[in-house]
Structure formats: structure tokens, C-alpha cells
């Protein structure tokens, strides 16, 4: 993925729970201006009546059709089909989608995007492949009208062509593991990173916020070369934890992980290696939670999938409709990330709440101008 009250794992009973929460927030995002001073809007004067005990109206989303399209198939995009669903149901929308068959590739991206626009579809949130390309994407199918959300990755530099990109700012997260780590590692010895695909800006901007926590121990922490490039799926993980802890598990203290398939499989294989070697993972996987539980994994960093997807829907809904427009187009809203550890498991949630009260109120008073 906050933010927020969702997980990464698929959601269950704690997801549907969270959910509701976020329709607290969606739901009080973008006002107009109708009502008189004082007066609370009636829920017959909702499109999405039983959504919103706020100043918000959301008039008409009938004819926005929304797709959401991943770069290609990975676990944390999963939680986005019940996002949409969610969205659709509540906001009333024309049609919801989620399409993940752009197979990492850019140009087979376009095609998805290009063929959904010729199917009616005309609002987009998009995880782009290419960080250096996504933008020229992005201002294509904002020349054809539609609205554009980018989706838990923004572009790499300075510009977002999108209307909005809802991310995590995943160097601070990546920083806050690192530190984690360091932490449980006694503040001194080896530390390796396991990430994903290193093209990704996001990954280059975790890389550098690990760097950022080692450096700052003065040369009390040692990191080894960083492993890319294995969060394809589980089994590429599993087989680059194998052979990491064959060749260099001995002189391991710790290892953080900044990307989905690297966390589990860290998880799973320092448990059954016996080394005592500290983990600190990312997002909230059932496996990784079960580590923290019993012992294995010290701590990990939660984003959140389905808020972005969710709350991204119903700006889009706001904007396909026309009934409000950005303040500044192509804004980069931090969803936060979310520190998890034995002590606060049962918690932390309460946290993401939090941080939905804070998005709550910069949606209303910063980044929406509203009919």
C-alpha cells in the first residue's frame, strides 16, 4: 500500500473492519458548498446515501467507469479487486475493473490501458511499470479526459502527470526498517537488504534509505551488496534466501526486506536455518505477523493496498464526475507506513485509523476544489 486501516495480506475479518473505516474517510473528503452554515446535508442527497456523515456529496458517479491495472500479477495488488468492489458498491459507480495482465511490461501496459479506454473506461489507477516512462502514459489518457490516479508507485523525478499519485514514502519506510534492524542487531555487525525490482524507483528509493540508517552507525553496521530483483514470486525469493544463507548465513546479524515475496521467504527461511539472525520485513502477510508472534521476525513495516485503491476510487469518482477538480494536479500524498512489532500487534491498526482522521482533513481543506 495508509492511511489507513488495510493490510497487505488479503483481507479478512480485520480487513472488512478497516474498510469501514475508510469509508469514514472517504466519505468526508470534498464538500460543496449547497447546504447553509451549520446545516448537515440529509442522506437522500448522496449518491452513495449510507457512505458519508459528512459535509461531502457526491452527486453522480453513475457514468464514471473505473479500472484499476497493476503493472502485471503480484500479492500486493489482490486486495485492490475487493477495493474495487467496495468502491463500486458504495459510490455507486458505472463499472469497476481490475485488469493485471500487463506482465511487467510497459508497452503491454499501454495496450491494457488503451483497450479499456475503447471498452468505455474513463478513470484509471495505475501501478506503472516503467517509473522513467509511466508519465507519457499517464498524459495520454489524460488528453482523452479520463481521470488518472497512480497507484502505490509514483514516477520516478519530480513530475506526476496523473491527477494524484497515493503512495507510501517508502524511503522513510525502508529507513525505519533498516533501523529496526540495526536495533535488534545490538547496533553493530552485517546487514543484508533483500528488495525488488531495481529499476523501480521505489526500489531505489527504499535502497536508499537503508543505506541512510547503516551510514549513520558510523561503521558500527557492515551492509552487504543489496539483492535485487527477486520479488518476481515466492519461489524466486525462497531460492535467493536459500542461497544467501548457505553462502553468508554465519556471518549474518540481520536482514530487512522492503518488498513482499523477499519478506516471507526471509521469514520463513532464518526460521528453519535456526540461525540467530534478526529479520525485519515489510507490509502484514500472515506469515509475517505469525514471525513477529513467536518470535522470528523482529518487527516489519506495514503499508496499505486497499486504502490507496479504495480512497483513490473515490477521488476519481469526485473527478471523473466533474463535480471537483485537484487543487494541484498531480499532488503526491504520503499514505504512511506503519511500525509493527510484538509489543503493538494486536494495535496497530489503531494507528492507520489515526492516520485516516489526518487524510481525512487534507482531503477536505488541501487538495480538492468541489462544486
Not at 468526508?28 to 442522506?43: F, K, L, Q, V
Not at 502527470?161 to 553493530?188: P, Q, R
Amino acid at each position: 500500500m495508509n492511511q489507513h486501516l488495510f493490510s497487505a495480506r488479503r483481507p479478512g475479518l480485520r480487513g472488512a473492519a478497516a474498510a469501514m473505516a475508510v469509508l469514514a474517510l472517504v466519505g468526508t473528503g470534498c464538500s460543496t458548498r449547497d447546504t447553509a452554515a451549520g446545516d448537515a446535508p440529509t442522506p437522500q442527497d448522496d449518491a452513495s446515501a449510507g457512505t458519508s456523515a459528512g459535509p461531502v456529496v457526491l452527486k453522480d458517479a453513475s457514468q464514471v467507469k473505473l479500472a484499476l491495472v497493476p503493472g502485471g500479477a503480484h500479492p500486493y495488488f489482490q486486495p485492490w479487486k475487493t477495493a474495487g468492489e467496495q468502491a463500486k458498491s458504495e459510490f455507486k459507480l458505472g463499472a469497476v475493473t481490475f485488469n493485471e495482465t500487463g506482465e511487467w511490461d510497459q508497452g503491454k501496459q499501454n495496450n491494457v490501458l488503451n483497450s479499456l479506454a475503447a471498452q468505455g473506461y474513463n478513470a484509471f489507477g495505475v501501478f506503472g511499470v516503467s517509473p522513467t516512462d509511466i508519465n507519457s502514459t499517464f498524459e495520454d489518457l489524460k488528453s482523452k479526459g479520463f481521470a488518472v490516479g497512480s497507484l502505490a508507485s509514483c514516477p520516478a523525478g519530480d513530475t506526476n502527470s496523473a491527477d494524484f499519485c497515493l503512495s507510501t514514502d517508502v524511503e522513510l519506510a525502508a529507513y525505519k526498517a533498516a533501523k529496526a534492524a540495526i536495533e535488534a542487531m545490538g547496533g553493530e555487525g552485517t546487514l543484508v537488504h533483500l528488495t525488488g525490482n531495481n529499476v523501480d524507483s521505489n526500489t531505489q528509493r527504499r535502497i536508499a534509505g537503508v543505506k541512510k540508517a547503516v551510514d549513520e552507525t558510523g561503521g558500527k553496521v557492515t551492509e552487504l551488496p543489496v539483492i535485487t530483483d527477486i520479488d518476481k514470486d515466492l519461489q524466486t525469493a525462497q531460492k535467493a534466501v536459500a542461497d544467501l544463507l548457505a553462502s553468508k548465513g554465519k556471518d549474518i546479524k540481520g536482514i530487512v526486506t522492503t518488498a513482499y515475496n523477499p519478506a516471507v521467504a526471509a521469514a520463513d527461511g532464518v526460521k528453519a536455518s535456526k540461525l540467530p539472525i534478526k529479520v525485519v520485513a515489510i507490509d502484514d502477510d500472515a506469515a509475517i505477523l505469525n514471525g513477529i508472534k513467536s518470535g522470528g521476525v523482529a518487527a516489519t513495516v506495514a503499508q496499505n493496498p486497499v486504502g490507496q485503491a479504495y480512497v483513490g476510487a473515490w477521488l476519481r469518482a469526485l473527478l471523473g464526475s466533474k463535480q471537483c477538480e485537484m487543487k494541484e494536479p498531480g499532488v503526491v500524498i504520503d499514505f504512511g507506513s506503519f511500525f509493527v512489532t510484538k509489543a503493538n500487534i494486536e494495535t496497530y491498526e489503531s494507528e492507520r485509523e489515526a492516520k485516516s482522521d489526518e487524510l481525512k482533513k487534507d482531503f477536505d481543506s488541501k487538495y480538492l476544489n468541489c462544486k
